[in-house]
């Protein structure tokens, strides 16, 4: 298995992605720890996990507090000894959140919070256990169902992800940490990120050929993936090969 010996965090306990990624991660013979603020489902994933033979435990936390996020990566190493792959679903959305001049101060807190805060404040703690994992990975996915011009504060927020997950791949590549987002939507192709300046396309031997692209350092385009569980069994497996990517899935959360 690619994964065996090795320990993954989830830090969702959501049915739809991540509960897909846990399961994914656990076949491929990672132990898995699932933090979240829904205990039936983290619990439920959980039990098909082991009921399939795999290895995964689950802890109630809240990644907008710091409190709890420490709780979360200090429970998986005690369960576990360490911490190799951290997932973060950045992924959040709101009713509220259309045109920028409709979007009020609870819809702005609740998104950067979930979103931006939460991950970042992952990362922070996290990194010091990947760092002694001799090879610790990063994964921070953003996902969503609909035009990128309908989602105001989740794409300020999309911006500040690519930002925190550049600066990590360059602060703590030296350290065996790799860092890498997924942006995941129906018309992700079409819609630019950042400035060519801060993320700009790179030719990557990937193991997927599709209609996807993914940005990197360089100056050309190259096809990756066909699927979001591709691009994120991919990332947790390739060793160094990707570091400071963002990876452009053309994809629909409720299709695979």
């Known amino acids: 298995m690619r994964l065996a010996s090795k320990v993954a965090l989830i830090t969702s306990s959501q049915r739809g992605r991540c509960a897909k990624t846990a399961r994914q991660l656990a076949a491929a013979g990672a132990s898995v720890m699932i933090c979240g603020r829904n205990a039936a489902q983290g619990q439920a994933t959980v039990a098909e996990i082991q009921q399939a033979g795999g290895r995964a435990s689950f802890i109630l936390a809240d990644i ?4 709890d996020v420490q709780a ?29 001049l ?22 922070q703690y996290a990194l010091p256990f990947l760092q002694n994992a001799g090879q610790g990975s990063i994964i921070n996915l953003v996902e969503r169902d609909g035009p990128a011009a309908d989602y105001t504060v989740s794409g300020i927020c999309q911006g500040g992800l690519v930002a925190l997950t550049q600066s990590i791949s360059a602060h703590f590549s030296a350290q065996g940490v790799v860092a890498n987002l997924i942006v995941a939507a129906p018309d992700v192709l079409s819609t630019p990120i950042l400035s060519t300046e801060n993320v700009l396309y790179g030719p990557v031997p990937l193991p997927h050929s599709g209609t996807d692209l993914v940005k990197g350092n360089d ?26 990517y963002t990876l452009l899935v053309s994809s629909n959360p409720h299709r695979e």
């Not at 429970?75 to 992924?91: H, K, M, P, W």
């Not at 409709?102 to 970042?120: D, M």
């Open 64 to 67: 907008a507090l710091m409190s």
């Open 219 to 244: 100056e050309e385009a190259n096809t990756a993936f066909a699927a979001v569980g591709d691009a994120i069994l991919y990332l947790a497996t390739c060793d160094n090969q990707l570091q400071g």
């Open 72 to 100: 979360a990566i200090d429970e998986t190493i005690a369960t576990y000894g360490r911490l190799d792959i951290l997932f973060n679903n950045a992924s959040s959305s709101h009713e509220s959140d259309r045109t920028l």
């Open 102 to 123: 409709s979007v009020t101060e609870n819809t702005w807190a609740r998104i950067v919070e979930a979103t931006l805060t939460g991950t970042f404040f992952c990362c």
